[in-house]
């Protein structure tokens, strides 16, 4: 029997997954596939809430609403993400993190 | 009406002059020399003034305190007004001369009309806050007309050390104003005052009278005193003041802010006759200061300098006659009665006439001998320029007191308040700075004037111009008639009435002169150079080296310490230790921020753990 408890490890395991992705690796693109990793282990989260709180018999869809506008904002991040890693590398003529230091104190 | 007119002019003539000299240009000199003549016309109208205390703008006004700008009209101050006015007028004139060649003229004119309004607003200053104000500006204006000719090192010297030694006698007037200021509830007016000493809460039967609270207010006034009229000890910068244009010398330093400290004396005589100890010390000051200036006058060689002494003495002669009256007076011994007249402001107006012509003489003299000052290289000048010999003559005879010239009176009347005073040295040390007086004169004028010239300076002098003689001459006139009631009633003179029966002062000031002048004829008479040699009255008593000693001992001693204090407190504790804590504070955390952005999502997550931690585990242990 797969109860809720279940959903949400492997959804915390992907979010860490996607967080360790974040901090360690060294090429933006990657960095970037980890992020939308992360916000996938959140839609899983939200699905296995809906699915396991029962309104008169049904789903609660109130979740899987909100499922719907993350991976609309998540498009729409894409968009701009990708745009800023084109212009970054037209500046700095590469990908990696450790080059981009601007925000040093 | 008059008083603002004659306060107001000087000033928006000074501030012409001063700021719009550029766009006047040469109507900047005749704006001033204008200004002061339509004053003295003033002021002949204000001899005619009632007695009053007029405000002339309210100019403090906190809670109950006020200090308005004032002008208390008196005889006092119309007699002192007329002696400003008319000797600043006559100062303009001669400087128009004098200051011929100068290149700076604007400003030598400018300043001297700031000085008018100053001395103008002490002369009519109706409370002590005002006079103080007043007092102050003549102290800056003295200090830019000392210091006119600033490219020269001792000018710029002089001027420094006139304003220094004053700013000490001008903190103790303050210390002093404050005193009465808290005794007399905040209200310093001067006729407040003088009433709160004679019948108020100040007076010496009155409860809580404190004799030395008394002492103290006067000692502290008399200090601003024994700063702005040089006594001693603080005489030291009136000789160097003859740095200065010699016009300035005359005015400034010889007839009217000098004399200031003695007007302001006379002023809060009050104060001085509560104090029997204030009132002898204020005569021994002016006593001694009569005497060593004398002394140190009849062995200076610069014309300038045995005037500047001479100066000294006199003012010493006022200082010790304001003292004797307040002694007098406290004896019980009033012998002038209901007669307004004061023997200190008799000779203040005598000499305020004699000694402007003697220096704006010397100035003629310097003007024709082409800047010499040295009366070893004059002599024999008497042929040359006759006009100025004569008014000189007039002017030494005045002032070593020859009857019936105004000095006598003057003098005679000083040696007679000694006398009265009940101490026996004032009266000795009087006739004695007399004689004294009487020697040093004579051997000013056998130097200068007889005898054959000693360089082609003095060969080839001729008589100033006719600008710089008409001073000399009308000045000349007062000196001989300005005792006299013919001249001294109308003019407001604070002449006191001749005292009989005292055939003691007469005969010790006739003895004096006959001993001095006779002494510096036979000593004097055909010499080249100076038969007399005492080092000790040549060098001022080692006044100056004193006082270097005294500040390179203390002073500097002293500053050593303080910087210390200040390296460690101000410096180390107060401001180096926060500063550096703070750096290093900002060091720590400045190396979280690195730049990178994985170390921020490190800590993002690392925060967000922690926030969980604290939620899930932490909170509800403590009850939440």
């Known amino acids: ?105 | 009406m008059h008083a603002s007119i004659i306060l107001l002019l000087p000033l928006f003539s000074a501030l012409a002059v001063l700021l719009g000299h550029r766009q006047l240009k040469g109507a900047a000199v005749l704006i001033s020399v204008g200004s002061s003549i339509i004053s003295f016309v003033a002021c002949l109208f204000f001899l005619a003034a009632d007695d009053d205390n007029k405000l002339l703008l309210p100019f403090i006004h906190v809670g109950q305190f006020q200090v308005g700008i004032e002008a208390l009209i008196d005889q006092q101050s119309r007699g002192m007004m007329f002696i400003v006015s008319f000797i600043g007028m006559l100062v303009h004139i001669f400087s128009l001369g004098y200051m011929k060649d100068d290149d700076a003229k604007p400003r030598f004119f400018g300043a001297l009309s700031l000085f008018m309004f100053s001395m103008t607003g002490i002369v009519l200053a109706g409370n002590l806050i005002m006079m103080f104000i007043f007092w102050e500006l003549v102290g800056l204006s003295s200090y830019l007309l000392i210091g006119h000719w600033y490219q020269k090192a001792s000018a710029a010297e002089a001027c420094k050390k006139a304003f220094l030694t004053n700013r000490i006698g001008d903190f103790g007037f303050m210390i002093g104003i404050l005193l009465l200021f808290g005794a007399n509830g905040g209200n310093v007016n001067l006729d407040d005052l003088g009433s709160a000493f004679t019948s108020g809460p100040l007076r010496p039967d009155a409860p809580g009278y404190s004799a030395g609270f008394t002492t103290a207010a006067a000692l502290c006034i008399f200090l601003g005193a024994v700063g702005k009229s040089a006594q001693f000890p603080l005489h030291v910068w009136l000789p160097d003041a003859m740095e200065g244009p010699t016009p300035v010398s005359a005015l400034i330093h010889a007839a009217t802010m000098v004399a200031a400290g003695v007007y302001m004396l006379v002023r809060v005589s009050f104060l001085i006759t509560a104090s029997p100890l204030a009132a002898e010390i204020i005569a021994g000051i002016g006593c001694v200061t009569a005497l060593l200036a004398a002394l140190m006058a009849t062995q200076q060689n610069d014309i300038k300098r045995v005037l500047a002494y001479s100066t000294l003495s006199q003012l010493g002669y006022m200082v010790m006659a304001v003292g004797a009256v307040a002694m007098a007076a406290q004896h019980g011994h009033d012998p002038h009665g209901p007669n307004p007249g004061h023997p200190a402001m008799f000779h203040l107006y005598t000499h305020a006439f004699f000694k402007a012509m003697l220096f704006l003489g010397s100035g003629a003299i310097i003007y024709a001998c082409h800047h010499e000052q040295d009366i070893w290289k004059m002599g024999g000048l008497r042929k040359h320029m006759p006009v100025t010999f004569w008014t000189f003559a007039i002017g030494t005879i005045a002032l070593m007191g020859v009857p019936p010239l105004s000095g006598f009176w003057s003098k005679e009347a000083v040696l007679g308040t000694a006398y009265d005073s009940g101490s026996n040295i004032l009266f000795h040390a009087g006739s004695i700075t007399a004689a004294l007086t009487a020697f040093y004169m004579t051997r000013l004028l056998i130097v200068t004037f007889f005898g054959k010239p000693r360089t082609d300076a003095a060969h080839h002098a001729t008589e100033a111009p006719m600008v710089m003689i008409l001073p000399l001459a009308v000045l000349a006139l007062f000196s001989i008639f300005s005792a006299f009631d013919v001249l001294a009633t109308p003019l407001q003179a604070l002449k006191p009435p001749h005292v009989e029966g005292h055939q003691t002062v007469l005969f010790a000031s006739l003895v004096a002169l006959i001993v001095g002048a006779g002494g510096a004829i036979y000593l004097y008479r055909g010499k080249t150079s100076d038969p007399v040699n005492i080092k000790l009255f040549a060098n001022k008593f080692y006044f100056d080296e004193i006082y270097s000693v005294i500040v390179r001992v203390c002073q500097d001693r002293l500053a050593w310490i303080v910087t210390g204090l200040e390296r460690v407190f101000v410096d180390g504790l107060i401001a180096r230790l926060p500063t550096a804590i703070i750096a290093r504070l900002g060091a720590a955390t400045r190396m979280l921020q690195g730049g990178h952005l994985q170390g921020y999502t490190f800590l993002l997550g690392g925060g967000v753990i922690a926030v969980v931690y604290l939620v899930v585990f932490v909170l509800p242990r403590l009850g939440h």
């Open chain 1, 1 to 105: 029997m797969i109860t809720l408890g279940h959903y949400l490890v492997v959804s915390g395991m992907l979010f860490a997954l996607g967080l360790a992705g974040v901090i360690a690796r060294r090429n933006i693109l990657i960095v970037y596939m980890c992020l939308e990793m992360m916000l996938s282990a959140a839609n899983l989260a939200l699905v296995g809430f809906s699915r396991f709180h029962l309104v008169n018999g049904l789903p609660d869809y109130t979740a899987q609403s909100l499922v719907f506008f993350t991976i609309t904002v998540a498009a729409a991040e894409v968009a701009v993400g990708l745009a800023i890693i084109v212009a970054l590398f037209r500046t700095k003529q590469s990908v990696d993190v450790e080059s981009v230091t601007k925000l040093q104190g």
